[in-house]
């Protein structure tokens, strides 16, 4: 079982930036692929970003593709995502999830561990 707590989110100006960190229980870590999504009420969880557990490639949803910059330290068992230029369409609740089953995913069944998720608002 891997616990998940993120933490970083807040209040900025459109343009601004925010860096969100996902600190997990350390349990093998380096075997988990790692994502972010986001969900807006009344609307479905969407996939951000994701790494997997060598960190190798990432991948991101075409919406933050060039402004969002996911990493993890393995070392020290942290996701994290940098988001700049952000736009008040990235006001959302962030999540970061693990996966032991696949190296890439986009899909929230593929994810089976969730955090509490960290509020992200951008004014305009």
């Known amino acids: 079982q891997v616990q998940l707590v993120e933490s970083g989110g807040g209040l900025v100006q459109a343009g601004g930036s925010l860096r969100l960190s996902c600190a997990t229980s350390g349990r093998a870590f380096s075997r988990y692929t790692m994502g972010w999504f986001r969900q807006v009420p009344g609307k479905e969880r969407e996939f951000v970003a994701g790494i997997s557990g060598s960190g190798g490639t990432p991948y991101y949803a075409d919406s933050v593709k060039g402004r969002f910059t996911i990493s993890r330290d393995n070392a020290n068992y942290t996701v994290y995502l940098q988001m700049s230029s952000l736009k008040p369409e990235d006001t959302a609740v962030y999540y970061c999830?693990?996966?032991?089953?696949?190296?890439?995913?986009?899909?929230?069944?593929?994810?089976?561990?969730w955090g509490q998720g960290t509020q992200a608002t951008v004014s305009s």
């Open positions: 999830a693990a996966t032991e089953r696949y190296d890439r995913a986009t899909k929230v069944a593929s994810y089976d561990y």
